[in-house]
Every structure is written in structure tokens, then in C-alpha cells.
């Protein structure tokens, strides 16, 4: 089971912090990835992180604003959102995929989804 949280209202050039917290034993051999999904439009993938956390993917829309990490000793996985963006407003989902030590990058790579926090950027 995965809980994300971290949302919320900030302005142009803010920051928020997501966390992704997994129940169960097993959450290192999972990687991560997190998507987003804006109102009318597909959910896509921001970034992605393997198992061990030594190999991660950012979008070219986030990279060098966003980074994902992960705490394997407190099954979290972290998105880190500087300078955000008017157009980073969505709902951000994390998700796990099981039996592959790489993030895909595609909605039908992973196997388990979080319920979704809001971000909301104004400008």
C-alpha cells in the first residue's frame, strides 16, 4: 500500500517535498516512480528511481527543478519540487514496480498506485 502526501498550494518559484510512505517488507526490491496527471490530460511519468536508488530518470519538463529520491530503511520514496510552475498544477501520483529493479517509464510499468496528492501552483 502506498500513502503520498506532501501536496498543496504554493506560489510560482515555491517548493514542496512529496513523500510516498509503502507498508510492507519488501519496498527495496520495488522501484518507484512518480506521475502526474493534470485535468483533461494523461497522466505522465516526472520521475523515476530503481531499487537500489543508484539510477534515476527525470522528465525534461522537471529535470533540473525536480528530484526523486528514496529511503529504503523507512520505505519512502521522496519528490523534491523546486521553482515550480504554473504548469506543474496536477495531481501526483507515486507507484511501485515489482519484480524490476529499473523505473519504467509508462503508466503500465508499475504495478501499484498511491491515492494521489494535489499540487497547485499560482501565478
Known amino acids: 500500500q502506498l500513502q503520498a502526501s506532501g501536496g498543496g498550494l504554493v506560489q510560482t518559484g515555491g517548493s514542496l517535498r512529496l513523500s510516498c510512505a509503502a507498508s510492507?517488507?519488501?519496498?527495496?526490491?520495488?522501484?518507484m516512480g512518480w506521475f502526474r496527471q493534470a485535468p483533461g490530460k494523461e497522466r505522465e511519468i516526472v520521475a523515476g528511481?530503481?531499487?537500489?536508488?543508484?539510477?534515476?530518470y527525470h522528465a525534461d519538463s522537471v529535470k533540473g527543478r525536480f528530484t526523486i529520491s528514496r529511503d529504503n530503511a523507512k520505505n519512502t520514496v521522496y519528490l523534491q519540487m523546486n521553482s515550480l510552475k504554473p504548469e506543474d498544477t496536477a495531481v501526483y501520483y507515486c507507484?511501485?514496480?515489482?519484480?524490476?529493479?529499473?523505473?519504467?517509464?509508462?503508466?503500465?510499468?508499475?504495478?501499484?498506485w498511491g491515492q494521489g496528492t494535489q499540487v497547485t501552483v499560482s501565478s
Open positions: 528511481v530503481s531499487t537500489s536508488g543508484g539510477s534515476t
Open positions: 510492507g517488507r519488501t519496498f527495496s526490491s520495488y522501484a
Open positions: 507507484a511501485a514496480r515489482d519484480i524490476n529493479i529499473n523505473y519504467g517509464r509508462r503508466p503500465e510499468d508499475y504495478d501499484y
